[in-house]
């Protein structure tokens, strides 16, 4: 117990002195392990708050774009107006148009009118297309019917714009604070429910925009991913663990995995771009090959993880199998890897999870395109939910910053719930030897 330099101490003679020495030593120990372990809660807590801090910020901005303001107009769908032999095609924004002048018949100067006409969003024509198509019977007919705002307007109704400034300041001038007033005072503007934001693909109105169209093609492009490096992944994993030969060759191919579990998921994208688009010729922005691309960026982590879980499998397994007779395919078939399947699934979750959440690839490969239509199949121009937030994040209405906020919090949501459904398959199957 003695420090270099100190005196040689006879246990023998001055046991009260080498108690003394030991408890010193003990005394440093604890407060070195005391402050230790305040370190790590310390950086554990520092963690916590910024995540919290990261969650508030994202909730604070988005949670508003699960709601929508709606104006109630009085809509007589003129027969004048609409041709019953082709409604596709009738005026419908002059029908919108004519209930705004009922509501304030003293508007009559046309920048006026312009300006009237801009509370309600272009998306209130097509409502009514839907109406007139699903029930021609309405033309004639005068019927109350909620059409969505501006986005400008829906801003200043959710408190997003501050009315109190000057009117060179404010995205809405004073005679349209006077309208919008009116119509609160009148019952015929709410906030609603945005179901838009679910049911609609993109648009370059904020009030109409949607995330179903990048769910969807977020959906077949992880459907590709899945059932293509899921069956290749496992069986490189059984190959490699189980019949692989050892040596320098089998060595290389471990490392060169293990390897391209680290590459930039970029370099993926290049690869894709240059294989599947430029050589095979397949299209751009589809499903199909983002799907190819992201099984290249899964396999090394699912072959990873297989390999891990067929490791933790005991090798008494093995050879009682192999003992009572079974061959080689049957005992890793039957006993090791259904043993090792619930690590292997919860790496596939994770691998996916870490798909869903990618962009740069994606990008590479053009599904960074506007795309307004729900993709019907694999092969039909698409997005997916990075790549619309990205494209949100990028423009410059004040609306898209909350729409954009309210699609991170979706895909944290699958995010999270995908991790979870690992932890559980974990903590469901996991078997202690």
């Known amino acids: 117990m003695n420090r270099p330099g ?12 080498s108690i003394e020495i030991v408890n010193r030593g003990l005394a440093r120990r604890y407060a070195a392990e005391k402050r230790f372990r ?18 508030i910020s994202i909730i604070g901005k988005g949670y508003t774009a699960f709601q929508q303001t709606f104006i109630e107009l ?15 095609t009738a005026n419908y924004p002059g029908l919108v148009r004519q209930s705004l002048q009922k ?59 501050d009315r109190n400034r000057s009117e060179d300041e404010r995205r809405i001038n004073d005679r349209q604070l006077a309208w919008i007033d009116s119509l609160e ?24 925009a949607g995330i179903r169209g990048a769910a969807v093609g977020s959906f077949y492009t992880l459907a590709i991913t899945l059932l293509l490096s899921f069956p290749i992944g496992v069986a490189a994993a ?7 030969p050892k040596n320098r060759w089998t060595d290389l191919i471990e490392v060169n995995i293990n390897n391209l579990a680290a590459v930039p998921s970029i370099v993926f994208g290049l690869l894709g771009l240059a294989v599947f688009i430029n050589f095979f010729g397949f299209p751009r922005s589809v499903p199909l090959v983002g799907g190819l691309v992201l099984t290249l960026m899964t396999l090394p982590t699912i072959i990873i993880a297989g390999r ?10 093995r050879e009682a199998a192999l003992g009572i007779g079974a061959s080689k395919m049957q005992m890793v078939y039957h006993h090791v890897l259904p043993l090792a399947m619930p690590g292997i699934l ?14 740069a690839p994606l990008l590479m490969i053009g599904m960074v395109a506007f795309i307004v239509d729900i993709p019907g199949g694999f092969t039909d121009p698409s997005t997916v939910l990075p790549v619309q937030i990205f494209l949100w994040a990028d423009s410059p209405e004040r609306a898209f910053t909350e729409r954009t906020s309210a699609a991170i919090m979706v895909l944290l949501a699958f995010l999270i719930f995908m991790n979870a459904a690992a932890v559980m398959l974990r903590k469901k199957f996991e078997r202690r030897w």
């Open 238 to 244: 059984v190959y490699l663990e189980e019949f692989a």
């Open 38 to 55: 305040f370190y790590g809660a310390a950086a554990v807590g520092i963690s916590l708050l910024f995540l919290s801090l990261l969650f």
């Open 308 to 317: 891990a879980s067929l490791k933790s499998v005991p090798p008494s397994i």
């Open 185 to 208: 005072e009148n019952g015929k503007i709410k906030k609603r429910f945005n179901t838009a934001f679910f049911t609609s693909g993109d648009s370059r109105e904020p009030e109409l």
């Open 103 to 161: 509501m304030f018949p003293d508007v009559t100067g046309r920048d006026d009118r312009r300006d009237l006409y801009a509370l309600v969003s272009t998306g209130a024509a097509f409502k009514l297309r839907r109406l007139a198509l699903d029930s021609p019977e309405i033309i004639g007919q005068t019927r109350s019917v909620w059409v969505p705002a501006d986005d400008d307007v829906d801003m200043l109704v959710k408190g997003h714009y």
């Open 6 to 17: 100190d005196a040689p101490i006879n246990v023998e003679k001055n046991p009260a002195r």
């Open 74 to 88: 009085e809509v007589y769908f003129d027969p004048d107006m609409l041709d019953e032999t082709d409604l596709n």
């Open 346 to 359: 919860t790496g596939t979750i994770i691998g996916m999870a870490q798909a869903l959440g990618e962009t």
